[in-house]
């Protein structure tokens, strides 16, 4: 696989360059949730994020979190109707939520079960709370298909040829591609990144 034999050390070298380097410290310590409210917090933080830009759904994440932590109506901080049940219904049963998923003995399917957690953002949640899963995004399915292979079997490869976790290879692709640094079509390197740190990707 040319990116895990090749391009790896210098797209890690671009990301870092590009000013994300603490992404790799993030994603190298993630972790199981500690208790009800941190799991209920980073599930409704997914929520947010399906199907938004990252930096227009934190925006809405942090005024969701403030409303509730404030006891506001969830429709003044968030105008999605079925994002703000779920996100309701989460929070109010949390606790319940919490033990049933540590004692759930396949946790991917138990984040499949739960409201507006669909068949990709699942993995988003898996990733967040530490589990070794690559979330198949558009970006990383299209980088897989160049390879003809799967985001999870690519991203498992690299982690084991970098001693990354999936989960940090998953975010590094993922903030390569998003800042125009990888070409997920070709699975090369943007031969002007260094005149491109920071850009959107154009072709992605």
């Given at each position: 696989m040319k990116i895990a034999l090749v391009d790896w050390p210098r797209l890690e070298a671009a990301v870092i360059a590009a000013g994300h380097g603490d992404d790799i410290e993030w994603a190298e310590n993630l972790k199981a949730p500690a208790n009800a409210d941190d799991f209920a917090a980073e599930i409704i933080f997914v929520i947010c994020n399906s199907g938004m830009k990252h930096t227009v759904a934190r925006g809405i994440y942090d005024r969701v979190m403030d409303g509730i932590r404030?006891?506001?109506?969830?429709?003044?901080s968030f105008r999605h109707p079925g994002k703000c049940a779920a996100i309701a219904d989460i929070w109010q049963h949390?606790?319940?939520?919490?033990?049933?998923?540590?004692?759930?003995?396949?946790?991917?399917?138990f984040l499949a079960g739960l409201p507006w957690i669909g068949p990709i953002t699942k993995y988003h949640v898996a990733k967040n709370f530490g589990l070794q899963y690559a979330k198949p995004d558009v970006?990383?399915?299209?980088?897989?298909?160049?390879?003809?292979?799967t985001p999870q079997?690519?991203?498992d490869v690299i982690a084991k040829r970098t001693g990354y976790k999936i989960a940090t290879v998953d975010?590094?692709?993922?903030?390569?591609?998003?800042?125009?640094?990888?070409?997920?079509?070709?699975?090369?390197?943007?031969?002007?990144?260094?005149?491109?740190?920071?850009k959107p990707a154009q072709e992605n």
């Open positions: 404030a006891g506001r109506s969830m429709q003044e949390r606790d319940k939520l919490f033990r049933w998923y540590c004692s759930a003995p396949d946790k991917l399917a970006h990383l399915t299209r980088l897989a298909k160049t390879f003809n292979t079997a690519m991203c975010t590094l692709l993922w903030r390569a591609a998003a800042l125009g640094i990888l070409n997920t079509r070709t699975g090369e390197i943007n031969p002007t990144t260094g005149d491109q740190h920071g």
